[in-house]
């Protein structure tokens, strides 16, 4: 696991989180909750935030999990989890979130230029098959892609949310 610095705020990033087999696996599902379980009270293309819990009996799932529990310390809990499609319909915009852990795991992404975005013009890279670990209440967005070059690489990822465990 690879630690950094952004802004004074600690940033965990892993490489090679899942097999090829898994992340395809891992990918035919959220394309199947993306199709079939949009959540309609969130961003345009993102899950319902039960989406481990819906796939928490399947190995492949839980290794992608594990991952996540493992970058983040045993302070924490899992919260909640979804999985979000970036294409050229995207508008996402800076937000925070009311836990203090998240993990963003990048399960397809052609463009790693095109990452999670921080302030301060930040793009963390979405390197396809890694995942980062970073404090959710720092204000942060997908970093969208011009609709011309989006449409021709969506990008899929999956989140994974612990908040404070006392």
């Known amino acids: 696991m690879q630690t950094i610095t952004i802004n004074k705020n600690t ?3 892993d490489f090679n989180v899942l097999s090829e087999e898994d992340r395809e696996l891992v990918l035919k599902d959220v394309k199947y909750e ?3 379980h949009l ?8 899950t ?3 989406l481990f819990q819906r796939y928490k ?3 492949y799932w839980n290794r992608l999990y594990l991952t996540a529990r493992a970058m983040v310390d045993n302070n924490y809990k899992y919260y909640k989890s979804w999985a979000n499609l970036s294409n050229e319909d995207n508008d996402y915009q800076f937000h925070q979130h009311k836990n203090k852990m998240t993990c963003v795991y990048y399960l397809k992404s052609n463009l ?3 990452g999670t975005k921080l302030e301060g013009n930040v793009i963390l890279e979405s390197t396809e098959n890694s995942m980062i670990a970073f404090d959710g209440m720092i204000p ?6 011009p609709k011309n070059i989006a449409k021709l690489n969506p990008r899929y990822s999956v989140v ?3 908040k404070r465990a006392f």
């Not at 959540?39 to 993102?46: G, I, R, T, V």
């Not at 942060?140 to 892609?145: D, G, P, T």
């Open 11 to 13: 940033i965990h990033r």
């Open 34 to 36: 993306i199709k079939n």
């Open 39 to 46: 959540c309609e009270d969130a961003a345009l293309y993102q």
């Open 48 to 50: 319902h935030a039960n």
């Open 57 to 59: 009996d399947k190995t």
């Open 112 to 114: 790693p230029e095109y």
């Open 140 to 145: 942060h967005s997908v970093a969208n892609m």
């Open 160 to 162: 994974f949310d612990f």
